[in-house]
C-alpha cells in the first residue's frame, strides 16, 4: 500500500515569509507525528496528533510554528515568518496506534525547507 | 530530560567483517527502535524492542535490548557494502533519537 506522502519535497522561501508544508499519512494510522532534521539539532520531535485529541505541542520551537490536522487525516505543518535557523527537512510520520505495541513510525520522504 | 546516545558516530568498516553499534539511553523506556536512512532520503525502520532481553534479527542485523542497564546494541555480521547507511536508534513515543552512527563498509 501507499506510504506516508509529503509536499513538497522542496521549499525554498526568503526570510520572513510563511510556509505550509503538507503531509499524508497512511491509511488507517490514526498517529501522526512531525520532526525535524537538521545539521546541528539532528533529529527532533516537533508534534504529535493522536485521533481527536488535543494535540501534543510540546515540541515546537516557537510560536511561529503551528499544525493542524483535518479529518483525522492530512496534516499541515504551518511556519509563520520563516527565519533562516528553520532551514531543515521536516519529517512527517505515522503510525497505526500511540502508545500500543503497533505503533512502529512510517516515516515519509520529507520536506527540505531552505529559508534564505 | 531524555537523552540517547550512539556510539561510535563513525564507522568505517572492511566487507566480512563483524561490529556492534551501542545505544544508551538516559531514563526508562518501555520501547526502542532502530532506524536506517541512506543519503537524501528518509527513515525505514528496522527493528522495535519492546521487552528488556528482546532480540531480533534480520538479515545481517540483529538487535537486542537491556533495559535494565538503558543499552541497545545493533550487531553487524559479516557485513556488504550494502548495508553502509546512517544508523539511529530511538527511545519513546515521542521519538528522542540519538545522534545517528554513519556506516561506510569498504569492499
Known amino acids: 500500500g501507499a506510504g506516508v506522502s509529503q509536499s513538497p519535497s522542496n521549499k525554498v522561501t526568503e526570510k520572513g515569509k510563511d510556509v505550509e508544508l503538507r503531509c499524508d499519512p497512511i491509511s488507517g494510522h490514526t498517529a501522526l507525528y512531525w520532526y525535524r532534521q537538521s545539521l546541528g539539532q539532528g533529529l527532533e520531535f516537533l508534534i504529535y496528533f493522536q485521533g481527536n485529541s488535543a494535540p501534543d505541542k510540546s515540541g515546537l520551537p516557537s510560536d511561529r510554528f503551528s499544525a493542524e490536522r483535518t479529518g483525522g487525516s492530512v496534516s499541515t505543518l504551518t511556519i509563520q515568518r520563516t527565519q533562516q535557523e528553520d532551514s531543515a527537512v521536516y519529517l512527517c510520520?505515522?503510525?497505526?496506534?500511540?502508545?500500543?505495541?503497533?505503533?512502529?513510525?512510517?516515516f515519509g520522504p520529507g520536506t527540505r525547507l531552505t529559508v534564505l | 530530560e531524555l537523552k540517547v546516545e550512539q556510539n561510535p558516530l563513525f564507522l568505517s568498516m572492511q566487507e566480512g567483517k563483524n561490529y556492534t553499534i551501542y545505544c544508551n539511553y538516559s531514563?526508562?523506556?518501555?520501547?526502542l527502535y532502530w532506524y536506517r536512512q541512506d543519503p537524501g532520503k528518509s527513515l525505514e525502520s528496522l527493528f522495535v524492542l519492546l521487552s528488556n532481553g528482546a532480540v531480533k534479527q534480520e538479515g545481517r542485523l540483529m538487535a537486542s535490548l537491556d533495559t535494565k542497564a538503558r543499552l541497545s546494541t545493533l550487531h553487524i555480521t559479516a557485513a556488504v557494502h550494502d548495508l553502509s547507511a546512517t544508523y539511529f536508534c530511538a527511545v519513546a513515543q515521542k521519538l528522542v533519537f540519538g545522534q545517528g552512527t554513519r556506516l561506510t563498509i569498504n569492499p
Open positions: 510520520a505515522s503510525s497505526r496506534l500511540a502508545g500500543g505495541f503497533t505503533d512502529t513510525q512510517y
Open positions: 531514563t526508562t523506556s518501555d520501547r
